[in-house]
C-alpha cells in the first residue's frame, strides 16, 4: 500500500519559472492537503481540498493554485516561482470522520529550490 | 486563534530514560489532539490521536495525554531507544473549521546509546 505519494522529490527552479507539485493517495480519503515546512516556522497549511471538487485556502495560500483532478489526485502550482517559495512541500489525506476524527497520513514531501 | 507551542525545543536524553514532551494550545474548544514522528527528510508519521472526549491515548510505549482545561498536551515515551531519535510534533484543529490542523514547531528528540 503507497500511501501518499509525492512527485518529484527534489527540484530547482529559477525564478519566475512555473511548476506543479504531484500528490496522490491510494486510500479512498475524500479529504487531502498541502502543507509548507520551514526552519522555525513548523508546518503552514496551503490550499486543502475537503472533498473531490472543493478546494479551499488555508493560512499562506498566496502564489499557489491547486487543483483537485479526482479523488485520488491533488496538484499544487507555483505560476511564478519567487525564493520566498523555497521549502519541503508535503501533501497529506484524510478518511472522512465516522463517529471519531480520523488522522491524517503525510507523503515524503518535495524539496523545492528556487534560485 | 489556535496557536500550538511546543517546549522544548530540543532534548538530548540517555537511553533507557522514561520522558515527557509537552504541548499547549490556546482554544480549549479542540475537537482533538494529534502527536507525529518526523525523521529526517521523511514526511509526518501519526502516532496517537486523542478525541476531544478522551484523556489519554496508548500505543506500545508511547501514552499521550489531552487536559482541555488547561490548555495541554503531553506525550510520554517510556523507556527510551535511539530508534526514538526524531523530531515530534503535535497538533490540533483550528482557524475555523476541523480541516485546519494548526502545529506546533517541535521537539527534537535525540536518544543516545
Known amino acids: 500500500n503507497a500511501g501518499v505519494t509525492q512527485t518529484p522529490k527534489f527540484q530547482v527552479l529559477k525564478t519566475g519559472q512555473s511548476m506543479t507539485l504531484q500528490c496522490a493517495q491510494d486510500m479512498n480519503h475524500n479529504s487531502m492537503y498541502w502543507y509548507r515546512q520551514d526552519p522555525g516556522m513548523g508546518l503552514r497549511l496551503i490550499y486543502y481540498?475537503?472533498?473531490?471538487?472543493?478546494?479551499d485556502k488555508g493560512e499562506v495560500p498566496n502564489g499557489y493554485n491547486v487543483s483537485r483532478l479526482n479523488k485520488r489526485e491533488f496538484s499544487l502550482r507555483l505560476e511564478s516561482a519567487a525564493p520566498s517559495q523555497t521549502s519541503v512541500y508535503f501533501c497529506?489525506?484524510?478518511?472522512?470522520?465516522?463517529?471519531?476524527?480520523?488522522?491524517?497520513?503525510f507523503g515524503d514531501g518535495t524539496r523545492l529550490s528556487i534560485l | 486563534k489556535q496557536e500550538v507551542t511546543q517546549i522544548p525545543a530540543a532534548l538530548s536524553v540517555p537511553e533507557g530514560e522514561n520522558l515527557v514532551l509537552n504541548c499547549s494550545f490556546t482554544d480549549s474548544a479542540i475537537y482533538n489532539l494529534q502527536w507525529f514522528r518526523q525523521d529526517p527528510g521523511k514526511g509526518l508519521t501519526s502516532l496517537l490521536l486523542i478525541q476531544s472526549s478522551q484523556r489519554e491515548q496508548t500505543s506500545g510505549r508511547l501514552n499521550a495525554s489531552l487536559d482541555k482545561s488547561s490548555g495541554r498536551s503531553t506525550l510520554y515515551i517510556a523507556a527510551s531507544q535511539p530508534g526514538d531519535s526524531a523530531t515530534y510534533l503535535c497538533a490540533s484543529p483550528g482557524g475555523g473549521g476541523s480541516e485546519k490542523l494548526v502545529f506546533g514547531k517541535g521537539t527534537k528528540l535525540t536518544v543516545n546509546p
Open positions: 481540498s475537503a472533498s473531490e471538487g472543493t478546494t
Open positions: 497529506a489525506s484524510r478518511a472522512p470522520m465516522v463517529r471519531v476524527y480520523q488522522p491524517q497520513h
